[in-house]
């Protein structure tokens, strides 16, 4: 944020979320705020706040207008780019804080033909919706983001389309996908997949593929599958696992960067759940 022309941290306190993260134009941190005052400042990007604990008031100053708030765990807070505003916090919380810029929201209505959606601030903000996708963020990074880039991006899709359909000042109406992806750019889709199953893959990089925008190819390519990108590249790796499994004597935890798990953990926790049994077992059985 900017005070008296100088960019300094929203919070004084440290973030619990390392800066390491897979998606781009947001940071995700995690804070424990204490009785303190924010003194007046200018938000540059988006600033999201999902309060996790705490309910006691908070009280803003924003655009000649003041007010104090109610919170509890699940109270949200949504100011958009170039908002001036002072907030006391009269309590004690915990709260995710997003922070992300104009361009995530830019590039799903430029793929769709649309203006720029304009937003208003929000300081008690409520949408269970909404509260589940930024609290998923929050887990994955409170995880070291395990599910890798690909997940990251499609998280990112469904938390900006829901905020273009459901607060922005006029709802913006993104359109239904009709048909599916052709079979030709579905199929080179699939060959790309295989071909770099063993990476971190990037929704950007598929769709660039096939010359769609990110948003566009996660909704095409679900009404041709019945699946999400992830789904299917889970799918995927899963099989080849499997394949390496049965044909060699690798150690599971080489197999699992083989296939592009970001941790042996997470290939087995993986496994277990869509074939019913660890790699190690299932081994021995195939």
């Known amino acids: 944020?900017?005070?008296?022309?100088?960019?300094?941290?929203?919070?004084?306190?440290?973030?619990?979320?390392?800066?390491?993260?897979?998606?781009?134009?947001?940071?995700?941190?995690?804070?424990?705020?204490?009785?303190?005052?924010?003194?007046?400042?200018?938000?540059?990007?988006?600033?999201?706040?999902?309060?996790?604990?705490?309910?006691?008031?908070?009280?803003?100053?924003?655009?000649?207008?003041?007010?104090?708030?109610?919170?509890?765990?699940?109270?949200?807070?949504?100011?958009?780019?170039?908002?001036r505003d002072r907030i006391v916090w009269h309590g004690a919380s915990e709260r995710l804080i997003l922070s992300f810029r104009s361009s995530v929201l830019d590039e799903m209505t430029d793929a769709s033909e649309l203006l720029p959606a304009e937003f208003t601030s929000h300081w008690s903000l409520h949408d269970p919706a909404l509260q589940r996708l930024v609290a998923e963020m929050g887990r994955e990074a409170a995880a070291g983001w395990p599910l890798g880039g690909l997940y990251a991006d499609l998280v990112t899709i469904s938390f900006a389309s829901h905020l273009l359909r459901r607060h922005a000042a006029d709802a913006v109406d993104l359109g239904e996908v009709k048909g599916g992806m052709p079979v030709p750019r579905l199929r080179r889709v699939m060959e790309y997949i295989t071909e770099n199953i063993g990476d971190d893959l990037r929704l950007e990089a598929m769709a660039h593929e096939i010359g769609l925008s990110p948003f566009h190819f996660a909704r095409e390519f679900r009404a041709a599958t019945g699946q999400t990108p992830y789904q299917y590249l889970l799918d995927q790796r899963i099989e080849r696992a499997k394949g390496l499994l049965r044909t060699g004597t690798l150690p599971v935890q080489e197999i699992a960067l083989m296939t592009g798990f970001r941790s042996p953990v997470n290939f087995v926790r993986s496994f277990r759940q869509r074939v019913g049994q660890p790699p190690g077992d299932w081994r021995k059985s195939a």
């Not at 004084?12 to 134009?25: D, H, T, V």
């Not at 995700?28 to 938000?43: D, K």
């Not at 604990?53 to 765990?73: D, I, L, N, Y």
């Open 1 to 83: 944020m900017l005070r008296d022309s100088h960019l300094v941290p929203l919070l004084p306190s440290a973030p619990l979320i390392g800066k390491e993260q897979p998606w781009r134009g947001v940071l995700l941190e995690r804070h424990t705020v204490s009785v303190s005052e924010i003194p007046q400042h200018e938000h540059r990007e988006f600033c999201l706040h999902l309060q996790i604990s705490g309910e006691e008031p908070v009280e803003w100053w924003s655009e000649g207008r003041h007010g104090v708030e109610r919170t509890a765990p699940g109270s949200m807070i949504l100011l958009p780019p170039g908002t």
